[in-house]
């Protein structure tokens, strides 16, 4: 195959892979502590502070 071929071939996947790759660009999900499992992106306020 050709380099042409090739990007032919993933112009019908594009999308999909960069779907992917902006939802492993973005914060986990679901979005609990680390620590008590409260609401926060990685500690909740509560915990913020603690080791």
Do not use: A, M, V
């Amino acid at each position: 195959q050709t380099q042409n071929d090739f990007l032919r071939e993933w112009q019908d996947h594009k999308e999909l892979y960069l779907d992917i790759l902006l939802q492993l660009e973005g914060p986990p999900e679901p979005q609990k502590c680390s620590h008590c499992l409260g609401d926060g992106t990685y500690r909740c306020p509560d915990c913020f502070r603690r080791p």
